[in-house]
């Protein structure tokens, strides 16, 4: 249990779906990411959100929307994916931008499958 | 650009000892870390480094050389229960500050 919760764990989408993933942390921090894991690939970041204002978004396709209502919360919301956008999406926390030592924390990932 | 490379896996034995290397290119180094990621479960913090030298907590320990872009992760008797992906990332600075990652090194510990 690392304080930061995603939902849901596993989604299959089809290709016209939309769906949203969810994370929420526990831990008071202010800084939140989404990363991409796919196999045998480095984890990606995707988005960076400080106090609830975007400040990195690393040219992520459009049809990947984050959104972050408050310092607790994020999601990722989702439409018209590819089989390519299969992976483990990553969210992760920490008290600030200064990453150092352990001050990030990750959730658990959702696995995401496009047919 | 950013580069970080690390070896694809690796098999070692119950109780013996391992090391895992990782070699990086960055601006802004700001330090590096290690994290343990077992199938289907969140990357977990081991160690970080941001001074030259030897940073030691129990079984593992991992070394820094700045000048070198080099770090190894060593694991001393392993445990079935090591066998995971060892993750190595590093922060690069200014005001992005954001955490790269390598493709990671997926260790299998064997009786």
């Known amino acids: 249990e690392t304080g930061v919760t995603q939902t849901p764990r596993h989604l299959v989408m089809g290709m016209t779906n939309k769906k949203s993933l969810k994370c929420e942390q526990h831990l008071g921090h202010n800084a939140m990411y989404w990363y991409k894991q796919s196999a045998k690939k480095p984890l990606e970041l995707m988005f960076v959100?400080?106090?609830?204002?975007?400040?990195e978004n690393n040219s992520v396709p459009s049809r990947f929307s984050p959104e972050c209502p408050n310092s607790s919360h994020l999601f990722l919301h989702l439409h018209t994916l590819q089989p390519e956008d299969s992976a483990l999406y990553l969210c992760?926390?920490?008290?600030?931008?200064?990453?150092?030592?352990?001050?990030?924390?990750f959730g658990e990932g959702s696995w995401l499958t496009v047919v | 650009g950013q580069n970080i490379d690390q070896p694809t896996e690796m098999t070692a034995t119950e109780g013996a000892i391992v090391q895992i290397n990782c070699t990086y290119q960055t601006s802004g180094f700001n330090g590096l870390f290690w994290y343990q990621q077992h199938a289907g479960e969140a990357p977990t913090f081991l160690s970080y480094?941001?001074?030259?030298g030897l940073e030691e907590k129990g079984r593992f320990s991992s070394f820094l050389s700045r000048s070198k872009g080099y770090s190894y992760l060593l694991l001393k008797e392993l445990q079935m229960k090591d066998s995971a992906s060892y993750l190595c990332a590093v922060t690069s600075g200014g005001a992005t500050n954001k955490l790269i990652f390598g493709t990671g090194t997926l260790l299998a510990v064997q009786p």
């Open positions: 959100y400080n106090f609830k204002e975007q400040t």
């Open positions: 992760a926390s920490s008290l600030s931008r200064e990453i150092s030592g352990n001050t990030i924390y």
């Open positions: 480094n941001v001074l030259d």
